[in-house]
């Protein structure tokens, strides 16, 4: 069946450097990719996303690229700060059906 | 305006008690989905309505979970004779429209224990 694997699934950065996650996903009909924060406590939340007719998206210091060729996509965090520690989950969306990966947990050091 | 909220927030529950978990989306969102979260997992897709309908119920575990949605508003999702692999997170989100052309607003959650 469907499937996304995220990597890594734990990843520690001092805060000031950069964090990126990346995941892979099985399904060609995907066209969706968004990519969720979760604090503890919370639902997800959406931070950022890209549909498969764009390469690259950035919103501050977030950006995500997509390889739709090889199916992978990634997160780019820059300048993390300590709010940024929470779990993140990237997901693979065709039309109302998202697949979800298993999880990082990021954890930024003051 | 008010997000998503579920109820209760925790359940402990004894093996093969029912649950009642309730949903109540954001008001004019016609899609509502629903989804369970195992410790350390992610988020593992159960149901979704456009409007009162299911047009996808493939996500459920087994035929002893079920939802349903009235008035295009509340929905609960019941889990009978409830097992302890039953005990995660379920998590609802809704949306303005069907499709991933709509963000997905998501609920806290809640937290079942099936002791």
């Known amino acids: 069946g469907e499937n996304v694997e995220q990597h890594p699934s734990t990843l520690s950065v001092q805060e000031g450097d950069s964090a990126v996650i990346k995941c892979t996903y099985s399904?060609?009909?995907?066209?969706?990719f968004p990519w969720y924060k979760q604090e503890l406590g919370k639902g997800p939340q959406l931070i950022i996303d890209?549909?498969?007719?764009?390469g690259e998206k950035k919103d501050q210091r977030i950006a995500v690229t997509l390889n739709k060729t090889a199916k992978h996509f990634s997160l780019h965090i820059t300048e993390t700060q300590p709010e940024d520690s929470a779990v993140y989950f990237c997901?693979?969306?065709?039309?109302?059906?998202?697949?979800f990966g298993a999880g990082t947990r990021l954890f930024v050091k003051a | 305006g008010a997000g998503v909220s579920q109820s209760p927030s925790n359940k402990v529950t004894e093996k093969g008690k029912d649950v009642e978990l309730r949903c109540d989306p954001i008001?004019?969102?016609?899609?509502l989905y629903w989804y369970r979260q195992r410790l350390g997992q992610g988020l593992e897709f159960l149901i979704y309505?456009?409007?009162?309908?299911?047009?996808?119920k493939s996500g459920l575990p087994s035929d002893r979970f079920s939802a349903e949605r009235t008035g295009e508003s509340v929905s609960t999702l019941t889990i009978q004779r409830t097992q302890q692999e039953d005990s995660a997170v379920y998590l609802c989100?809704?949306?303005?429209?069907?499709?991933?052309?709509?963000?997905?607003?998501f609920g806290p959650g809640t937290r079942l224990t099936v002791t």
């Open positions: 989100a809704s949306s303005l429209g069907q499709g991933n052309s709509y963000e997905q607003y």
């Open positions: 399904d060609s009909a995907s066209n969706y």
């Open positions: 890209i549909r498969s007719n764009v």
């Open positions: 997901a693979a969306s065709q039309w109302f059906k998202t697949i």
């Open positions: 008001s004019g969102h016609t899609a």
């Open positions: 309505f456009q409007g009162n309908s299911a047009p996808d």
